[in-house]
């Protein structure tokens, strides 16, 4: 009776522990019976071509596996890079290499929201050329990374502190869990040889708070009057205490991750999950969805002046040149001005592309669709950019634009939707790639919204627990959190070899579902 009244209170605990940014919520939680958010059991693999597409190639990480595919335009893998942990969000460089987050097998402390600990350096034929570990007790890199014109690497990283130090920094007490919550940080990595790393740029959330709560704090102050910096009581009150023992069987059911302990849910309270850069701006832009709401920071600052609120091309430190999204963060606008939900993937449009220096967003969970259904959407917005490379604020209700310069939303609304990961960008020929993170589903839209290519990703590796138990494969099977069009004149693909492969890689079949037994 015991275990039974200990599995129904961790079932119950479960949407409460695990309420985040990636959530990987179910068919059923999300109460979307009419749409199968993960893909399961459909038809897999290239589903929609037409002709007039674009040359050029796919490249994805296949799901709990050490390799990274690109495939042509008829679905076929054409090339294979290989690791030797899980690869996540890697990018293309010119000379074929690929830099990559890796999944560090045994990272302490953190367990969920999205860390993996390495970032590697894979040539063409896969020969490892750096593999960077930055995963300790106190600090781990996460999510998402930005390659530099110079070849340093911008990285998001979590770096844990204690109930104590959020509460001296003014954080309400039932906004802090027990274990103190993770702040976030932003590095910039000087790649070194024999795999080290020199860091020679830094910005730290901490150093740009405001709050309203306790006025003995030197970061008090009015919130509203500030938007260059960040309400440190936004956020979600902790859930109820756990117990071991529903921890316990917790994990023996898989969920959880594999840090979690009865003090640090909900540490993770900015979920950063994206992150990149406009050399011409010297400008980095990053996403937070815990947030709902985008952010731009000046990079041409010194470390030092990254720590306050003067310096650099803006003239203004490292405080927020723009945020976008949710303007009641900061005091202007309501509810009814929020823009953003759960968005991942934030990027400039790049020099040369349709609709260049503007910024593209994947606005996952958008409540309410016309069928009263949560639904998702590509957001392309023009920021008020100045001369002087400042943001121009709106009288009212925080910074522009009230409307989106253009937006991708299916046309039964229904038919698109990925509640977490996912992304977006832009082509050269002006259409949007489109990676619908859950199901695995690769889309090509024009500026119209009409589909013209289609591919669900129809593999997943056989990566195990380090202890040697299988990875659970539902509920996000073939779930690919990020996915990249390469031009087929991209200098990485001049002189390479990119016939099929012969044999092609086997796709990975899902088992059955199990018949329920008749009463």
């Not at 190639?57 to 495939?71: D, E, K, R």
């Not at 000087?190 to 020679?200: C, D, H, L, S, Y």
Request: hydrophobic letters at 30%; one cysteine or more; a negative charge.
């Amino acid at each position: 009776m015991k275990k039974i009244l200990l599995y129904l209170s961790a079932m119950i605990l479960l949407a409460l522990l695990f309420n985040c940014g990636d959530k990987p919520t179910t068919d059923e939680t999300a109460g979307k019976k009419d749409r199968n958010m993960f893909g399961h059991y459909i038809p897999r693999g290239l589903t929609k071509t037409t002709e007039g597409l674009s040359p050029g190639y796919i490249m994805f990480a296949v799901p709990n596996s050490a390799s990274t595919y690109l495939i042509n335009r008829k679905g076929e893998v054409v090339h294979e890079w290989k690791g030797n942990y899980a690869f996540h969000s890697p990018y293309l460089m010119d000379d074929g290499s690929l830099v990559t987050g890796a999944q560090d097998p045994d990272y302490p402390v953190f367990g969920f929201g999205g860390p993996y600990g390495r970032i590697q350096k894979i040539t063409w034929d896969g020969k490892m050329l750096w593999d960077y570990e930055y995963a300790d007790t106190t600090q781990i890199v996460h999510h998402d990374i930005a390659v530099l014109p110079n070849g340093n690497i911008l990285a998001i990283a979590y770096e844990t502190s204690s109930f104590d130090y959020a509460l001296a920094l003014g954080r309400k007490p039932e906004f802090i869990p027990r274990s103190g919550p993770w702040m976030e940080k932003i590095i910039e990595i000087e790649p070194q040889a024999n795999n080290r790393g020199k860091i020679v740029w830094e910005w730290r959330i901490e150093d740009h708070l405001i709050q309203d709560y306790d006025e003995t704090k030197a970061n008090y102050g009015n919130v509203s009057e500030h938007p260059e910096l960040m309400d440190f009581n936004l956020g979600d009150s902790i859930p109820p205490a756990i117990t071991q023992d529903s921890l316990d069987v917790l994990k023996a059911m898989g969920r959880g991750g594999r840090n979690l302990t009865i003090d640090n849910p909900r540490s993770d309270i900015y979920h950063i999950n994206a992150i990149n850069y406009n050399p011409e701006l010297d400008q980095i832009v990053f996403s937070s969805p815990r947030l709902s709401e985008i952010y731009i920071i000046d990079h041409s600052v010194t470390a030092e002046e990254a720590a306050g609120h003067q310096g650099g091309k803006s003239g203004k430190g490292g405080d927020f040149l723009y945020r976008w999204g949710n303007p009641e963060n900061y005091g202007h606008g309501d509810s009814t001005n929020r823009k953003l939900f759960g968005q991942h993937d934030v990027r400039w449009i790049e020099k040369g592309k349709p609709g260049e220096g503007h910024l593209t967003v994947y606005n996952n969970d958008v409540p309410m669709g016309p069928d009263s259904l949560d639904y998702s959407a590509i957001y392309e917005i023009k920021p008020p950019l100045t001369k002087d490379g400042n943001y121009q604020m709106m009288a009212n209700n925080g910074f522009g634009p009230e409307k989106q310069f253009w937006n991708y939303v299916a046309k039964d609304t229904i038919s698109f939707y990925g509640s977490f990961i996912s992304g977006a960008h832009r082509m050269e020929n002006g259409n949007t790639f489109i990676n619908e993170g859950p199901k695995g589903r690769l889309f090509e839209v024009t500026p119209d919204g009409e589909i013209v290519w289609e591919y669900l990703v129809p593999y997943r590796g056989t990566i195990h627990k380090p202890n040697g138990e299988p990875t659970n494969m539902m509920p996000g099977t073939y779930s690919t959190f990020r996915a990249t069009f390469i031009p087929a004149d991209h200098p990485a693909l001049q002189g390479k070899d990119l016939k099929p492969l012969d044999p092609q890689p086997e796709p990975f079949v899902m088992p059955p579902p199990k018949e329920e037994k008749k009463a």
